[in-house]
């Protein structure tokens, strides 16, 4: 079976084959584009260190099928910054230390600009933790990424 499809990924077009339709758009992005950026956590859909936009909306790349997703328009962390200026959720997770050992952090940025595009952040620091509920982080520093994501959308 010969399948492709073509996605945008940063405001790139890629046309890509797949020579197995069971593979995901994780895999896609790290392996076949090298967009290593978008991390592999838990690889079930628990963690949210995979996660990307998809058409703008918030997705666990880890169970996403690529062959599902022909034609979609796809951001991940590397196509956040603009030129040097990195994107305002990039600089408040810098202010607010919203990381320690970073694995987490590609995937809490993507869910942070996601929350705030979506209108769903709030200025409610509890809303902000249940809207960001799905991206876990193991060091802990959940008060640090809640301060940024309440700062970022200000
Ligand atoms: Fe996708 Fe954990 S790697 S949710």
Excluded: W
């Excluded at 392996?31 to 290593?36: A, G, K, V």
């Excluded at 918030?58 to 022909?70: K, P, V």
């Excluded at 590397?78 to 997770?93: I, K, N, R, S, W």
């Amino acid at each position: 079976m010969n399948l492709s499809i073509t996605l945008t990924v940063n405001g790139r077009e890629r046309m890509l084959a797949l020579p197995d339709p069971r593979v995901t758009l994780l895999d896609l992005l790290r392996d076949r584009l090298d967009l290593t950026g978008t991390k592999k956590g838990c690889d079930r859909g628990h963690c949210g260190a995979c996660t990307i936009l998809v058409d703008g909306r918030r997705t666990n790349s880890c169970l996403a099928l690529a062959i599902s997703h022909d034609g979609a328009d796809i951001l991940t962390i590397e196509g956040v910054a603009h030129g040097d200026t990195l994107d305002p959720v990039q600089a408040a997770f810098i202010a607010h230390d919203g990381f320690q050992c970073g694995y987490c952090t590609p995937g809490q940025i993507m869910s942070a600009i996601g929350l705030i595009r979506e209108g769903q952040a709030g200025t409610d620091p509890e809303r902000v933790r249940e809207g960001m509920s799905g991206n876990l982080c193991r060091c802990g520093a959940y008060a640090g990424i809640t301060e940024a994501v309440l700062e970022a959308q200000r």
